[in-house]
């Protein structure tokens, strides 16, 4: 039978627990890991994250900004292009981001590339 963990302070549970309450939601650690490459643009994370919807991914990016983990750039272009990348807090979770990715990797069979027709027809010609 499973134990929960004692090490309760301030009612949010564990360590772990606090933590996938900011990076846990499905598609927060892929928007992570996409970033541990450097700044990208909105467009970038969609083509790099084809399943995800634009009202998701950017809901995701709204929470990850709030909670300190990413930070959005507005260039002053026309049209305007916005880029993210992780600050130092969101840097610091590189190590665990790759064990992951690692885990992943070993856990599961390398996932086969997205054919041409399954990326979002918005996204498709940018």
Known sequence: MARR????????????????????AKWKGGIIYHLLCGELRFSELRRRMPTVTQRILAKALRELEADGVISRTVYPTVPPQVGYRLTAEGERLRVAVQELHAWGTRRKPPVELVPADA???DIAAE
């Open 5 to 24: 963990h004692g090490n309760y302070s301030r009612g949010k549970g564990c360590a772990v627990e606090a933590a996938l309450e900011v990076i846990g």
């Open 119 to 121: 990326v979002p027809s």
